[in-house]
């Protein structure tokens, strides 16, 4: 008897059609939500690239504007005023402080959060070695970082200026080998530019100077 040969059912047939179809259809939109997705990516990176680019320039014109501030003083404890204002819109605050030989003394403060009055400043007058962290800045005439504290900062500077956890970068004012004093940029902070409009109050000084000389 002759074997017959196998039988596949029209169910099977329209199975595996249907099968075929989903296929298709599932590839079909994986291809539109992979467009999709390649789509809105770009969109957020160029978004992305459009704000940096709007910082950069708004950071830029910041800076302009502070040189102009500090260049527009005219006697250096007008600078000095100017850097302690102008310094705070690249940190949490700024606090400088005025070496007077055997100690140092509060001039002005500015910035977001506890910042001390005038009154309250011209009252702080410590000796630098009360406060490792500017002895430091002022003997290496170079930036020094630390935490707040009195263990780091002189008592009352501490106290009144409220330097407790947050970082805090000691930057000499120098003219030449005299330390003229210390700002300090304290909580988030944009060290290098600040170091940068310190070193333009130098110069300014030193201009105000020569101008007084002549």
Not at 9 to 28: F, H, N, T
């Amino acid at each position: 008897m002759e074997a017959s040969a196998p039988q596949v059912s029209a169910g099977g047939s329209a199975s595996d059609a249907l099968r075929q179809e989903i296929v298709e259809l599932v590839r079909g939109e994986i291809d539109r939500i992979g467009d999709r997705a390649a789509s809105v990516a770009g969109g957020r990176l160029a978004e992305a690239e459009a704000t940096a680019a709007a910082e950069q320039q708004h950071l830029e014109q910041n800076i302009a504007e502070a040189a102009r501030e500090i260049r527009s003083a005219g006697s250096p404890g007008q600078a000095m005023r100017a850097l302690g204002e102008v310094a705070a819109g690249f940190c949490d605050r700024s606090v400088v402080l005025l070496n007077h030989g055997n100690c140092l003394r509060g001039y002005c403060a500015a910035g977001k959060g506890t910042v001390p009055s005038r009154e309250a400043l011209a009252r702080i007058s410590f000796a630098p070695r009360s406060a490792p962290v500017l002895a430091h800045a002022m003997e290496s005439r170079g930036t020094v970082s630390a935490n707040g504290g009195q263990h780091n900062f002189s008592h009352e500077l501490a106290k009144t200026c409220a330097l407790e956890r947050e970082a805090v970068h000691a930057i000499p004012i120098v003219l030449r080998e005299t330390v003229l004093g210390v700002i300090l940029v304290i909580g988030q902070a944009r060290v290098p530019l600040v170091e940068s409009l310190v070193m333009l109050t130098e110069a300014w000084v030193e201009v105000l100077g020569s101008r007084g000389r002549g």
